[in-house]
C-alpha cells in the first residue's frame, strides 16, 4: 500500500533525521487480488495453443473468476448506450463500422433474439481518470475515421464490449443515427431506420432495454492487463469453430 501525502511527508522527514533515504517505489502494481489467483490466472493467459486452446483456458479464468467472487455467474441487463469498445478489442482496430451493420443487417432478416448473445461480456471503465480517458479517446477516434457508420462516446458509458462489440456497435449507431450503406435499413435520409428494426419485437427490446452480459470489474484489467484482449479471442475463436452455430449466432459474435 502506499502512504497517504501526510504519512509520506513524516515518513520523508523521518528518515532525513535520521540520516536514512526512504525510497518510494512508484510503479508498482496495486495488488487487488490474492498470489494463487493471480499466479493461477498469468498461468492461464500464458499457456501455449498448443498445449492448452485459447478457448478452454478463458473458461478455466472465468471459472477461478467466480469461485474467487470477483464476478458474478448472473448476467446484467445492461444497455447498449452505457458500453463502448474495449481499446485491445481485434489486436487494437477495436470496430469496422461496415461489419457492425453487416452483422445488424443479418439480425434484422432472421429475426432478433437475445437468448442468443452467449458471449456477452464487458468490463467497467477504469476509475482513473488517464487511464479512463484513453479508453474514451480510443472509441472517440474509432468513431471518426468511421465515417459516420459508428456512434461516439456518449458520457454515459460505464463499461467496455469484450464479446459481442459489433452488436453493441450496431445498436449504438442506430440509436446515434448513423449513415448506413444498406438501403434496406435505410430511412429516407440514408440513416439507420429505428423505425424499420422496431417491427421486430426483440429487435425493439434490444435498443429500447440492452441484454444479458457477464461483467467484469476494472480490478480484473489492472491486475491482469492483457486478459481483455485474451477473452476477445477466446470468444471470437469459440465462434470461427462452431460449426453448428446459427447465422444469428455468427452474426453477433463476428
Known amino acids: 500500500l502506499q502512504p497517504s501525502g501526510s504519512l509520506s511527508a513524516i515518513l520523508g522527514l523521518a528518515s532525513a533525521h535520521c540520516g536514512l533515504l ?3 517505489p512508484q510503479s508498482a502494481m496495486p495488488i487487488y487480488y490474492g498470489k494463487t489467483l493471480v499466479d493461477a490466472v498469468n498461468e492461464l493467459l500464458a499457456t501455449p495453443a498448443e498445449k492448452q486452446s485459447i478457448i478452454t483456458s478463458w473458461k478455466k479464468i472465468l471459472q477461478l473468476l467466480f469461485d474467487a467472487s470477483v464476478m458474478k455467474t448472473e448476467k446484467h441487463l445492461i444497455h447498449c448506450k452505457y458500453i463502448l469498445c474495449h481499446p485491445q478489442n481485434r489486436a487494437g482496430f477495436m470496430l469496422n463500422g461496415f461489419n457492425a451493420q453487416a452483422n445488424g443487417l443479418k439480425v434484422k432478416r432472421i429475426g432478433a433474439n437475445r437468448e442468443e448473445l452467449h458471449g456477452a461480456v464487458v468490463i467497467e471503465l477504469s476509475p482513473f481518470p488517464s487511464e479512463r480517458n484513453l479508453q474514451i479517446v ?5 468513431a471518426g475515421a468511421s465515417k459516420e ?5 456518449n458520457g454515459q458509458e460505464t463499461h467496455m464490449s469484450i464479446g459481442t462489440g459489433h452488436m453493441v456497435c450496431f445498436c449504438r449507431a442506430a440509436l446515434h443515427g448513423c449513415k448506413t450503406p444498406f438501403k434496406e435499413i435505410q430511412d429516407d435520409q440514408g440513416r439507420i431506420s429505428v423505425e424499420t428494426l422496431k417491427r421486430d419485437g426483440e429487435y425493439q427490446r434490444m435498443l ?9 470489474p476494472w480490478q480484473v484489467e489492472a491486475t491482469w492487463p492483457n486478459l481483455p484482449e485474451f477473452g476477445q ?4 475463436a469459440a465462434n470461427s469453430v462452431a460449426t ?3 447465422e444469428w449466432e455468427v452474426a453477433i459474435t463476428m
Not at 480510443?138 to 474509432?142: G, T, Y
Not at 457508420?149 to 462516446?153: E, K, N, V, Y
Open 22 to 24: 526512504l525510497i518510494q
Open 149 to 153: 457508420l459508428i456512434a461516439p462516446p
Open 208 to 216: 429500447e432495454e440492452g441484454w444479458d452480459f457477464l461483467v467484469m
Open 138 to 142: 480510443s472509441n472517440e477516434k474509432v
Open 233 to 236: 479471442r477466446a470468444l471470437n
Open 244 to 246: 453448428d452455430a446459427t
